[in-house]
């Protein structure tokens, strides 16, 4: 089933910036802005075509493009305050992880918010055991 851009295209023209986030430890990542997201469609929708996005976006360096992605959590909305950690915070996962079911909107993804993207496996063990490499 693909996705095409015009999937994310919305009346609202969102914009939402995705933190691709390949180390935790090392705190390595990248930020990839999307405009026009439609706010409308699934979280299961929108990682599904940032996934396919990803691997043809010119700029990233090909440790990027070829990451098993599969998780986002909110970082920051706009006018909210920020947190605390450099790559991620590591509470609230709860409220903060989006579900895949749920539509970005459901989620509280709103324009301007910022979401990480990573392996959900990854920042488990991170999780257990938040030591950065640098």
């Known amino acids: 089933m693909g996705y095409s851009k015009s999937v994310l295209m919305s009346a609202e023209s969102s914009t939402i ?3 691709l986030v390949r180390s935790f430890e090392h705190r ?3 930020p990839v802005v999307y405009h026009g997201v439609n706010l409308d469609q699934t979280v299961k929708q929108f990682i599904s075509f940032v ?3 990803v691997p043809s976006r010119a700029g ?5 493009k070829n990451y098993k992605y599969d998780t986002m959590k909110i970082i920051h909305q706009a006018h909210k ?4 950690e450099l790559v991620v915070s590591l509470e609230d996962d709860d409220k903060l992880i989006l579900k895949e079911e749920s539509t970005l909107k ?3 993804v709103a324009n301007e918010t910022e979401l990480a993207f990573f392996c959900e ?5 991170y999780k ?3 030591v950065s490499a640098w």
């Open 128 to 130: 257990a055991n938040p």
């Open 51 to 53: 996934q396919k996005d």
């Open 81 to 84: 305050s920020k947190t605390g």
């Open 121 to 125: 496996e990854d920042y488990r063990n």
């Open 28 to 30: 390595n990542f990248r």
């Open 106 to 108: 459901a989620a509280g």
């Open 60 to 64: 990233l360096p090909p440790p990027f």
């Open 17 to 19: 910036t995705v933190r």
